[in-house]
């Protein structure tokens, strides 16, 4: 069901069809700053929301990778995370820690995972 709801909401979002009820109510957004290219951006809260993450682009680095026989650098790909929260709803350490969170998942993303178990 929230797949379907997704996937409606983008396709009046992409066809000029969406309508401000269709987005009241949230409490969280998730934007995707690098659509275009840009590495990273600031976003805005939309009030009443809490808060709101963004993510930039995918790109290639040199990284510092830690290894036991001491430190070397490698080319990974990288991409910037930034949240921006209302501080009267959210303490800065627990959405920094929420931050940490959402970037380990990624950093460790299997893709065979299983979200969801159905009876």
């Not at 009241?24 to 976003?43: A, D, I, K, Q, R």
């Amino acid at each position: 069901g929230l797949s379907i709801a997704v996937n409606n909401l983008a396709d009046a979002a992409r066809n000029n069809k969406l309508k401000p009820e269709d987005t009241h109510g949230g409490t969280f957004t998730f934007t995707n700053v690098g659509t275009f290219g840009s590495l990273m951006g600031t976003p805005i809260i939309n009030q009443p929301q809490v808060a709101i993450m963004a993510a930039g682009a995918i790109k290639k680095r040199a990284v510092v990778i830690e290894t036991k026989e001491g430190d070397t650098i490698g080319i990974r790909y990288m991409m910037y995370l930034s949240l921006s929260y209302d501080h009267r709803i959210v303490d800065g350490s627990i959405g920094a820690g929420f931050l940490s969170e959402v970037a380990k998942e990624m950093e460790n993303w299997d893709p065979d995972k299983q979200w969801f178990h159905y009876l």
